[in-house]
T-cell receptor, first 113, second 113 residues
Framework: NAGVTQTPKFRILKIGQSMTLQCAQDMNHNYMYWYRQDPGMGLKLIYYSVGAGITDKGEVPNGYNVSRSTTEYFPLRLELAAPSQTSVYFC????????????FGDGTRLSIL | QQQVKQSPQSLIVQKGGISIINCAYENTAFDYFPWYQQFPGKGPALLIAIRPDVSEKKEGRFTISFNKSAKQFSLHIMDSQPGDSATYFCAASFQAAGNKLTFGGGTRVLVKP
């Protein structure tokens, strides 16, 4: 049981490039989330999904896009990378229910130069 | 607008001592208050959580104290061990908003042997 798997672990991008951060979970969780964590700061919600085909914006969605075609995968897309998007990105998931703990992946460290 | 404020930003404690981290929130609709522990290079992991209908919850050496009237909650780590050295995040959510977590800024705890 792998839990939440994020790839790649590290990436350096040039300004204006695009890339997709991958997130997969094998727990059949309906709820999935993308957060960014800036140095010395807490996590901020970028996008989330409550099930396949359903996504919604979080606190800081500008510059990002998501899709959720299956329960297992929830990729995050950066279309035109900017230095302000340098951060560590975490994907999380949890099962159905009133209050469920979120299970986090180990993150993708992204630098944009 | 930061809805969950966490203090201190960092903390050094001797082995066997007590670590205390405080959080204050603004939104009275919050109904779930988890604490996450994060080791370097890893994603946050749920440590302990509390609902506002109780004033204290204890799990092993970790205790959450909750003061609803003051809109504050705190994490106490008793008999702190070097293995407790990590970054701790408080968070809050409410069911009506789909359980999306709002995180505090984090506290880096260092336990000296």
């Amino acid at each position: 049981n792998a839990g939440v798997t994020q790839t790649p672990k590290f990436r350096i991008l040039k300004i204006g490039q695009s890339m997709t951060l991958q997130c997969a979970q094998d727990m059949n969780h309906n709820y999935m989330y993308w957060y960014r964590q800036d140095p010395g700061m807490g996590l901020k919600l970028i996008y989330y999904s409550v099930g396949a085909g359903i996504t919604d914006k979080g606190e800081v969605p500008n510059g990002y896009n998501v899709s959720r075609s299956t329960t297992e995968y929830f990729p995050l897309r950066l279309e035109l990378a900017a230095p302000s998007q340098t951060s560590v990105y975490f994907c999380a998931s949890h099962t159905e229910g009133a209050i469920q703990p979120q299970h986090f992946g180990d993150g993708t460290r992204l630098s944009i130069l | 607008q930061q809805q969950v404020k966490q203090s201190p930003q960092s903390l050094i404690v001797q082995k066997g001592g007590i670590s205390i981290i405080n959080c204050a929130y603004e939104n009275t609709a919050f109904d779930y208050f988890p604490w996450y522990q994060q080791f370097p290079g890893k994603g946050p992991a749920l440590l302990i959580a509390i609902r506002p209908d109780v004033s204290e919850k204890k799990e092993g050496r970790f205790t959450i104290s909750f003061n609803k009237s003051a809109k504050q909650f705190s994490l106490h780590i008793m008999d702190s061990q070097p293995g407790d050295s990590a970054t701790y995040f408080c968070a809050a959510s409410f069911q009506a908003a789909g359980n999306k977590l709002t995180f505090g800024g984090g506290t880096r705890v260092l336990v000296k042997p």
